[in-house]
C-alpha cells in the first residue's frame, strides 16, 4: 500500500438527525406556510415557490446555445437508455400448472419527486438523470425541487434542464423543506411516491426518515471513485481522472488500485501537480480530499486487484487496463463501470446515458443505481380454475394446520367442496 487514508466518514450525525426530525414535523403540520417561512429563512427567498411558465421561459432566454445543444445531446441519451431498461421489463403469464396461471405486471409510480442539488456547483446533468427517468418510466406527474440561487431563483441551465426532461410542476425549493414538499404534497402537488436525487447531508437524512411511506431511490453518501490500473495505465490521465473526482468535494473517496509499482508511485508524485490544473476553489477541494481520502493500494496480482475492487464496491469503477472482457465478466460489486481509459467517468456523470445517481459508501455491495426500475412497482397476480383446486387447496391446508393457522386451513378446504366457497360455508 503506497498510500492510506482514514476511510468513509460518519454517517449523519445526531445533531444533523434531530434537526431533520423537527423540520420534517413542522412541515408536516405546517405544510405549504412552514415551507415558505424556510425558504424565506434559509435561502432567502421570497418568491413564488412553484416556478411560473415566465421564469421557466426567461431562463431558457438566457442558456447559450451550446449548452443546449449539449443538454439536448445528453437528454437524448438518458432518455434513450431509460426507455431501453423499461423495454427489458416485460409483464408476462405463465400456467405453472393446469388451472394455476399468475403473472407479473410493472406499474409506474402514481406521482414522483426528482431533487435537484445546488450549492456550490449548478447540477445541471442531475436534472436529466432523474426527471428524464422517471418519464421514461411513464411516471404521470413529476414534481421538481431545486434551491434558489442568486438573482431570480434555481439557475436559468439547470432550470432549462428541468423543463427539458419533462418535469410537470417546478419548486424553488431546497433542502428539507424541498424534500418535505415533494413527499407530502405541498402547493397543490400530487404526494410523492418515490424521492429522488442526490444531494447534502441535511437531504439525505430527510429522504432517510421519510423512507418506508415513501420509497427514496437512495440514502447519498459522498461521491467515490475506484480506478484498476495496470502496467499499461498513463499515469497522467489517472492522475487526472482522480483529480477530476476528487473536485466534488472534501470528503470524496478516490481509490487507485494495481499491479504495477511504479505506476503507483507515478501518480502518486502527479497528483499535487494534477490537482493544481483545476484552479481556485476546485483545486482546493480536489487536493483536500486526496489528501484526506485518496488512497493507493498495490497488489500482487490481477485477481486481488478485483478482489480489492469487490471488496470496496466504489461507486464508479473505472478500468486503466487492457483484458477489458475479463474485468467485465469478473467485476461484481460496483454503481457503474466505466471500461477502458477512452471511457472517462465525467461522460457517465453528464452525457453518456447510464444514470449517475449511483450507491455511494459501498452500497454497491447489494443494490445499483437509480433506473426506471426505482419508478416502477414490478406487482404479481394470480388465478386458480376449477383444474388446480383441489392440489392447491389441499396443499395449502396442509401447510396451514402444520403452522398452526386454523383460519388460512378452513379457507383453502371450503374451495375443495365443489369448488364453490358459498357450499363450504353452509355445510
Known sequence: MIKSAPGLPPAATGDIRDTVEIMLARLRSGGDTAARDYARRLDGWTGPIVTPRSTIEAAAAQVPSDLKEALAYAHANISAFARAQRASLQDFETEL??????????????AAGCYVPGGRYAHIASALMTIATAKAAGVPHITAAAPPRDGPGIDAATLYAMD????????????????????FGLFGTPAAAILAGPGNAY??????QLFG???????????????VADATADPGLVALDLAGQAEHGPTSPCWLVTDHEPLARRVRDLIPDTCARLGGTNADTARAAWDAMGEIILCDSREEMAQEADRIAPEHLH???TALDWWQTRLTAYGSLFLGAETTVAFGDKASGPNHVLPTSGAARYTGGLSVHKFLKTVTWQRATDAALPALARATSRISRAEGMTGHALSAEARLHAHSPTTALRA
Open 97 to 110: 400448472r393446469p388451472g394455476l396461471i399468475a403473472g407479473q405486471r410493472s406499474i409506474p409510480v402514481s
Open 319 to 321: 478500468l486503466h487496463a
Open 203 to 208: 437531504v439525505a437524512e430527510a429522504k432517510r
Open 164 to 183: 427539458l426532461a419533462g418535469a410537470d410542476t417546478i419548486l424553488t425549493l431546497g433542502g428539507v423543506q424541498g424534500i418535505a414538499a415533494m413527499a
Open 213 to 227: 411511506p415513501t420509497g427514496i431511490d437512495t440514502v447519498a453518501g459522498p461521491t467515490d471513485l475506484l480506478i
